[in-house]
């Protein structure tokens, strides 16, 4: 039996969907609060085929309380507050939800034995890649610099932490590249854009638009994450203690990296739009980080995954999906109100007094 904590969410509903095509029959539990980035409208496609119920990961009587209803088996923890922008904003959620709930969830597994708990992290964890080093890897230090990456290294920290002093859970962890596909909610940047485009407005592109970014499907994520589940990992080795490289974490990647400008003019031109009519360059966020990149050599090595999806391809049916489901994103920006924030005119707690 699967437990997937974060399920109504982007990444969450398309592991969702991986798990019903790879066992039909399988008993599935899908756990979220139905916080800002949630979204149950999403789980309707997949009927009476699974359980779900609305609890917060960071409270352990909730939490308790669906570990002795359903005895899971397997534990996939997506379940995360993961925007930087809403982070600057209201930093004390994210760290609720990122680093107290990942401990709330890890104690449940170790009071309520499965046979093996993932937790879902983000190459974020690492930080700014400095100027001359070509990537980061598992045994790279955390380093984050945000509200949000810090609360999910914070939470990194508590899963190294539980690996460690209880062997006998089997715990892994994952980090990922910039995800993009379908049900991805309209704040970040490619649904953000195809969005704005559809109401006749412009697309925001921070400063100078030339952040990189390395790109991975959600399917390809959702492929790597199972097999990282169910990998046949043993015993965490006596030389994690001082080589995290060591630890059960695979960073998960597809060798894509490109910059957000190239991104916004991919994205229209495959709605056929001409991106010095589209674009507008607009104030950047505080701390943004300029660029990130992960090696996925150890998972293609202990594991044998590889992508699948080709950008050029999965971008262009990621813009055709948006295209043809803008009742979707209509409903959600509906029901969420306006998703882009502009920093020339926002004021930050701390400014308000």
């Known amino acids: 039996m699967y ?13 969702v969907s991986y798990l019903r095509s790879r066992h039909p029959g399988d008993k599935l539990v899908v756990l979220d609060y139905l916080g800002f980035a949630a979204n149950l409208d999403n789980l309707a496609q997949f009927g009476d085929a699974i359980e779900f119920r609305a609890a917060d990961i960071s409270d352990s009587a909730a939490m308790t309380a669906v570990y002795e209803e359903f005895s899971p088996d397997f534990v996939v923890n997506f379940a995360a ?43 974020e964890v690492y930080g700014e890649l400095p100027a001359g080093r070509e990537y980061f890897t598992e045994g790279s230090p955390l380093n984050a610099k945000t509200p949000y990456s810090a609360a999910k290294a914070a939470g990194d920290q ?20 910039n995800n993009y596909g379908p049900f991805q909610l309209p704040e970040k940047l490619i649904p953000l854009m195809i969005t704005n485009v559809q109401r006749g407005r412009k697309v925001p592109v921070y400063g100078d638009g030339l952040q990189m970014r390395d790109w991975l499907h959600v399917s390809d994520h959702c492929n790597a994450i199972y097999q990282v589940l169910h990998a046949g990992l043993g015993p965490v080795p006596a030389g994690a203690a ?36 589209w674009v507008q360059h607009v104030a950047d966020r505080p701390n943004h980080d300029r660029r990130y990149l992960i090696e996925p050599g150890k998972i293609e090595r202990d594991l044998g995954w590889r992508p699948e999806v080709e950008f050029a391809e999965g971008l262009a049916a990621t813009v055709d999906w948006y ?24 004021v930050l707690p701390a400014q308000a007094r």
């Open 242 to 277: 001082t080589d995290p490289g060591k630890l059960p974490i695979f960073d998960i990647s597809a060798r894509h990296e490109i910059t957000n400008l190239e991104i916004v003019t991919r994205v229209l031109d495959r709605l056929g739009l001409d991106p010095a009519e």
């Open 81 to 123: 507050e993961s925007h930087n922008d809403r982070a600057i904003i209201d930093p004390s959620l994210f760290m609720r939800s990122n680093a107290l709930g990942a401990q709330v969830l890890l104690e449940c597994s170790r009071r309520h034995p499965v046979s093996a708990h993932l937790h879902v992290s983000t190459i």
């Open 323 to 346: 295209v043809a489901n803008r009742d979707w994103s209509d409903r959600v920006l509906a029901a969420k109100g306006d998703l882009q924030i502009d920093w020339a005119t926002a």
């Open 3 to 15: 437990l997937v904590a974060g399920g109504a969410g982007f990444i969450g509903t398309n592991f």
């Open 158 to 177: 508590i899963v190294r932490a539980y690996m460690q002093t209880y062997p006998q859970m089997n715990i892994r962890m994952t980090h990922c590249a």
